[in-house]
């Protein structure tokens, strides 16, 4: 699968590896399992859009999905 990952998130884009990249994911992956592979923390605010479609962090994902995952801290409203 294709994974791109914007804003803040970039600083979680394995080394060598910039910009889209691949990663193969075994069957019943979910975003989740890529997201926790990635070491990206549960509670970071981010938006999941596979293959045009917004979907949750439970979707599962196939091999030839594209992963998008965009940093929602710029949209947080201030206390």
């Known amino acids: ?3 791109n990952l914007y804003g803040e998130l970039r600083s979680y884009v394995p080394a060598g590896r910039p910009g889209p990249f691949s990663l ?3 069957t019943r ?9 990635l070491r990206v923390p549960n ?3 981010l938006a999941v859009v596979i293959n045009g479609s917004h979907e949750d962090r439970d979707f ?3 091999e030839d999905d594209v992963l998008s ?3 929602m801290a710029a949209f947080r409203e201030s206390a």
């Open 24 to 26: 193969k994911v075994p």
């Open 60 to 62: 599962r994902v196939a």
């Open 69 to 71: 995952v965009f940093s």
């Open 29 to 37: 992956t979910t975003v989740r399992d890529i997201l926790n592979y």
């Open 1 to 3: 699968m294709t994974v």
């Open 43 to 45: 509670d970071v605010p």
